[in-house]
C-alpha cells in the first residue's frame, strides 16, 4: 500500500478523535424510539462533535474495510483492528495503528493478511510480517512536530476531530441521508455528515467526498464512505468500539513503530520522502 492508500487508517483515527470521553461504548446504536433526536443542522452536529473531543484518552475498534475498483468493478474487503491514544498538550500528542488480519479477494477467497501501519512522533511505519519487512517513512523534519489528525499536517487531511470552524472553511458540509452502502445498512440510531473538500485544501487533490455517520448517542464514528477522485469507493465499518477504556498489551504491541530484529528495513528520512 502506498500513503495514500492508508485513507483509511488516517480518517478512522479522525474519527476516533471525535469520541465523547465516556468509559466505554460498546452498546449498540440506539434507535428511533429510545435515542436522541437528529440534529437539525450540519453545523449543529459539528459543534456537537466538536464538545465531544474533550476528555478522549484511547479508542479502539473492529474494522471492516471494503474498496470497490471503479473501473473493474471488483471488490476486495479486509479486516482488522484500530488504535489510537492520545495524551494532553495543544496539539495533543497522538499515536494510532491499523492491523490488518485477513484479505478477502474479488472472487471471494478468504486468506490471513497481517499487515499493520503505526504513526507515531512523525513517523509511518508499515509492517509486512509474511515478507518480515518494514518501511519507515517520516513525514516531518526532525525536530518538526506533527499531529496525524489536525487539517494540513497529516499524510491525509481529514476534517475530524478538529474545530469546527476549520472544517467549515475546508469543506462545504451538510448533513447526509442514512447509509445504503450492503456494509452499512444495519446501522440505526446514526446520523451523518457529507464533507466536500473545497478546492486548493489539499483533500481535494484524492476526495469528491466524505460521508461519516455518528452514533447520536455516543458520538462514536460507525461508518465512512469516501469517493474518491478517479471514481473508487471505500466503506468502513467500526464495531465494538471502546473509548476510553485503557489499552490492554496487544493494543499498545499495535502501536509500537520498533522494527524487530532481523527484519528487512527501509528507512526514509524527511529528506529522501520529498519529491
Known amino acids: ?3 495514500q492508500a492508508l485513507w483509511c487508517a488516517g480518517l478512522l483515527a479522525g474519527c476516533a478523535a471525535a469520541q465523547a470521553p465516556q468509559e466505554t461504548s460498546t452498546a449498540p446504536a440506539v434507535t428511533a424510539q429510545d435515542g436522541p433526536a437528529p440534529y437539525a443542522t450540519a453545523e ?3 459543534d456537537a462533535l466538536e464538545t465531544s473531543t474533550k ?4 479508542f479502539q475498534a473492529r474494522v471492516i ?9 471488483d471488490r476486495e474487503r ?4 484500530i488504535v489510537l491514544e492520545q495524551a494532553g498538550g495543544e496539539p495533543p500528542r497522538r499515536r494510532f495503528a491499523i492491523a490488518f488480519e485477513q484479505h478477502i479477494d474479488a472472487a471471494g477467497h478468504a486468506s490471513p493478511q497481517r499487515q499493520r501501519y503505526a504513526f507515531a512522533d512523525g513517523w509511518l511505519v508499515e509492517f509486512d510480517d509474511e515478507r518480515r519487512q518494514a518501511i519507515e517513512r517520516q513525514l516531518v523534519p526532525e525536530g518538526k512536530s506533527l ?3 489536525r ?3 497529516g499524510p491525509l487531511p481529514l476534517p475530524v476531530g478538529q474545530r469546527a470552524e476549520e472544517v467549515r472553511r475546508r469543506f462545504t458540509v451538510t448533513l447526509s441521508t442514512d447509509p445504503d452502502a450492503a456494509l452499512l445498512r444495519r446501522l440505526t440510531g446514526v446520523q451523518g455528515l457529507v464533507l466536500v473538500p473545497r478546492p486548493g485544501t489539499g483533500a481535494d487533490e484524492d476526495f469528491q467526498e466524505v460521508r461519516i455517520w455518528y452514533d ?10 469516501a469517493r474518491m477522485k478517479g471514481g473508487d469507493l471505500k466503506t468502513v465499518l467500526l464495531q465494538e468500539v471502546r473509548v476510553n477504556a485503557g489499552l490492554d498489551e496487544k493494543a499498545r504491541a499495535a502501536l509500537g513503530t520498533t522494527v524487530p530484529e532481523g527484519w528487512v528495513r527501509d528507512r526514509r528520512p524527511w529528506r529522501s520522502t520529498q519529491p
Open 1 to 3: 500500500m502506498t500513503l
Open 44 to 46: 449543529a452536529l459539528l
Open 55 to 58: 476528555g478522549l484518552r484511547d
Open 65 to 73: 474495510y471494503d474498496r470497490l475498483d471503479a473501473i473493474t468493478e
Open 78 to 81: 479486509r479486516t482488522g483492528r
Open 147 to 149: 499531529d496525524p489528525l
Open 151 to 153: 487539517l494540513g499536517e
Open 216 to 225: 447520536l448517542r455516543t458520538f462514536a464514528p460507525m461508518g465512512v464512505q
